[in-house]
C-alpha cells in the first residue's frame, strides 16, 4: 500500500542518516590556550595562597604549580625563582595601589578632603581584601632585612610606590617643594605600610575618619612661614 512503502521509505532514510552519524569522526570542542598574561596571573594567585598558607621558604614551586593547574616548568618558564614571583607580586600589589590612587583622585576632583576620604576608605579595604599579601610581605621583610641582595631589590620597589605617592600630594595641589614633597611621599608610604601590619593583626584598630583626618592633613602641609 502507499502508506507502507512511505514508511519504508522513511525507515531507509532513517538508516542511512544513523549510518553516516557512526562513521562520522567525532568533533572535539575548540580548546582555547590562556594567554601568556593569563598564566601569569594564575601563577601569581597560585604563589600568593601557597606563600601564605606554606611560608616564604615552606613554598616550593611544585606546589605552587599544581594550585595554579600548571606544571612546574610552567612556573619555571615565567618566574626564574621564589623571589621572582614575590618581587612579581609586590609589582602588581603597587599597580593595584596606582588603580586606588587614581580613583581616589578622579572621585575627589581636586578637592582635598575628598581626595584624603576617598583613599582612606580604599586603603582599608584593600588592606582588609588581602590579608594573604600583607603575611607574605611582613615573612619576605624579614628575609630581606638579613640579605642585602633582596633588600636592595625590595627597596627598590618601596621606591616605586613612593613615587606613587608622590603623584597623589602633586595632583592634590600641595605647596610643598621638591624634597619636602619626596619627604612627605615616603611618609605616606610608611603610614600605610603600619597600619597595614596592625589590621592584619587586628582588623579595626584604625578607623577611617581618623586616617581620612590624617591624611587630609598630610595633603594641605605648607612649609614654615608661608
Known sequence: SPTFRYLSILTGIHSILASIVLVMPAVKPTRIRPTRDEVRDRILDAAL?????????????????????????AVYSNFES?????????????????????????????????????????????????????????????????????RERLVARRRAAADQALRI?????????????????QLVVTIISGIATEEVLQ???????????LFTALLESSPDGQ
Open 49 to 73: 595562597k601557597v606563600f601564605a598558607a606554606e611560608g616564604f621558604a615552606g613554598a616550593t614551586i611544585d606546589a605552587i604549580g599544581h594550585a595554579a593547574g600548571f606544571t612546574k616548568g
Open 82 to 150: 621564589k623571589d621572582e614571583l614575590f618581587l612579581a607580586l609586590l609589582d602588581r600589589q603597587f599597580e593595584s595601589r596606582g588603580a586606588l590612587i587614581a580613583t581616589a583622585l578622579d572621585s575627589g576632583q581636586g578637592d582635598t578632603a575628598a581626595i584624603a576620604a576617598s583613599l582612606s576608605r580604599s586603603t582599608l579595604d584593600s588592606i582588609h581584601d588581602q590579608n594573604e599579601y600583607q603575611i607574605v610581605l611582613i615573612e619576605y621583610w624579614l628575609r630581606a632585612v638579613r640579605d642585602p641582595e633582596l
Open 169 to 185: 600630594v602633586e595632583q592634590a595641589g600641595t605647596s610643598l617643594p621638591g624634597k619636602q614633597l619626596a619627604a612627605l611621599a
Open 203 to 213: 582588623p579595626g584598630t584604625v578607623d577611617v575618619d581618623t586616617l581620612t583626618r
